[in-house]
């Protein structure tokens, strides 16, 4: 932990002398417009004046951890920044005591190291982005259900639900979390009527916390979704990147035709229906090509997979193309491909040993839930929630390792 934290507050320290560098636009910009407005008692939108309309783009738990560090008017952004370092350092915490509980203390202290060290979630725990704060929370509601159970079997999946769901209402990627826990609720084992009680109990806590988000939505706004962009990203994102395939064209200029067009319908005059037509055209377009749909997903998983050309080189003032960037991008490769390679061999050895099997599916699940929900969209930075599991695996690499030398 005391690693992971001067690190990231050693890139803060960095960054933070221009403190642009520490916004991603346009995200970061309407959080911290958020939680401005909600530390001034403006209420939650990001709007710059009156009559300040209630935003429904942009969930709750993000800007509501950032609002007392703006609460003052002329507070700076490097402590909105280091919330993020904090939630950084403590998924690392989170990591090693679910890789100790899964793979055991060595493993668990290699993959603590691989995720202290890891260049994009350092990157990431010094932006004002949710990635950070995200991939806490769910490490944090995977801790809950994984660890020893206590005297009360209610509280653990009730706990977990909570955690997912303000995890959901942190990035709306989140909204099928709870869903897809049952290998975890699983873990701890028991009859299938005790691990579907456990489940059930998870997902009614779970759906608890989001439907609060969802009505507020529906009652400012008239529509009952946890968040608007889910119907802009998939119409022009998703749906973006499969016409743009089909007539061979850039995706960002389809993009900006189509943002023209629909700013020039009269049929789209409300949230509501702006919403509804952007998920319907959406839709059609996505299953009409599915085909293209899924090859242009496989392709944004190997995006993702890469190392982060963004955000880390704009905090380190080293430009993509310069010298610096390219050492950079360098550094990033040489880390992650020898944490991919050590995952491999961690997740190899789990399948083929009986005692770390089960440990396996459960390191499995957030990291298949993630790739699932990753989209024709995704980059480096939709990875940052799924470092915490691909480090525990690379931990459980090392171990195996390790284990095989000494016999050896």
């Keep these: 932990?005391?690693?992971?934290?001067?690190?990231?507050?050693?890139?803060?320290?960095?960054?933070?002398?221009?403190?642009?560098?520490?916004?991603?636009?346009?995200?970061?910009?309407?959080?911290?417009?958020?939680?401005?407005?909600?530390?001034?008692?403006?209420?939650?939108s990001a709007a710059?004046?009156?009559?300040?309309?209630?935003?429904?783009?942009?969930?709750?738990?993000?800007?509501?951890?950032?609002?007392?560090?703006?609460?003052?008017?002329?507070?700076?952004?490097?402590?909105?920044?280091?919330?993020?370092?904090?939630?950084?350092?403590?998924?690392?915490?989170?990591?090693?005591?679910?890789?100790?509980?899964?793979?055991?203390?060595?493993?668990?202290?290699?993959?603590a190291l691989v995720l202290a060290l890891d260049v994009s979630s350092v990157s990431f725990s010094v932006v004002i982005l949710t990635?950070?704060?995200?991939?806490?929370?769910?490490?944090?509601?995977?801790?809950?259900?994984?660890?020893?159970?206590?005297?009360?079997?209610?509280?653990?999946?009730?706990?977990a639900g909570v955690v997912l769901g303000a995890a959901a209402l942190c990035r709306p990627i989140g909204v099928a979390l709870g869903p897809a826990m049952l290998p975890l609720c699983a873990w701890t084992g028991g009859g299938r009527r005790q691990i579907l009680?456990?489940?059930?109990?998870?997902?009614?806590?779970?759906?608890?916390?989001?439907a609060l988000w969802v009505l507020r939505n529906w009652a400012v706004a008239g529509v009952p979704t946890i968040s608007s962009i889910a119907a802009v990203n998939l119409y022009f994102h998703r749906a973006v990147t499969v016409q743009a395939r089909l007539e061979g064209r850039d995706p960002d200029d389809v993009r900006h035709e189509w943002e023209r067009e629909f700013?020039?319908?009269?049929?789209?005059?409300?949230?509501?229906?702006?919403?509804?037509?952007?998920?319907?055209?959406?839709?059609?377009?996505?299953?009409?090509?599915?085909?293209?749909?899924?090859?242009?997903?496989?392709?944004?998983?190997?995006?993702?997979?890469?190392?982060?050309?963004?955000?880390?080189?704009?905090?380190?003032?080293?430009?993509?193309g310069t010298p610096a960037g390219a050492r950079l991008l360098r550094i990033g490769w040489a880390q992650l491909l020898a944490v991919y390679a050590l995952a491999v061999v961690g997740l190899t050895a789990s399948v083929a040993g009986r005692g770390v099997r089960r440990a396996a599916l459960v390191v499995a699940t957030p990291l298949l839930y993630f790739a699932a929900m990753a989209g024709p969209e995704a980059y480096p930075r939709f990875r940052v929630p799924m470092m915490p599991y691909v480090a525990m695996l690379a931990g459980a690499g090392w171990r195996a390792m390790r284990t095989g030398l000494t016999r050896a």
């Design 131 to 159: 990635e950070t704060l995200f991939a806490a929370l769910v490490a944090l509601a995977v801790w809950v259900l994984v660890r020893p159970a206590g005297q009360d079997e209610t509280a653990t999946p009730i706990g």
């Design 1 to 44: 932990m005391l690693l992971a934290l001067v690190v990231r507050l050693g890139l803060l320290a960095f960054a933070s002398r221009d403190e642009a560098r520490l916004l991603s636009p346009p995200d970061s910009q309407e959080y911290v417009a958020i939680a401005r407005n909600v530390a001034a008692g403006h209420g939650f």
């Design 263 to 320: 700013a020039g319908r009269s049929d789209v005059a409300n949230e509501e229906a702006r919403a509804a037509w952007l998920a319907a055209a959406g839709r059609r377009i996505i299953v009409a090509n599915l085909g293209i749909y899924l090859r242009a997903a496989v392709d944004g998983l190997g995006r993702m997979a890469r190392p982060d050309s963004d955000e880390g080189p704009r905090l380190l003032d080293a430009a993509p």
């Design 197 to 210: 009680r456990r489940y059930l109990m998870l997902n009614v806590a779970f759906a608890a916390v989001v």
């Design 48 to 111: 710059a004046t009156a009559p300040f309309t209630p935003d429904i783009r942009r969930t709750p738990v993000y800007p509501a951890v950032l609002a007392p560090a703006l609460v003052w008017s002329g507070a700076g952004l490097r402590l909105a920044a280091l919330t993020n370092v904090v939630a950084g350092t403590l998924t690392v915490l989170a990591t090693f005591a679910i890789a100790c509980r899964l793979f055991g203390p060595a493993a668990a202290l290699a993959a």
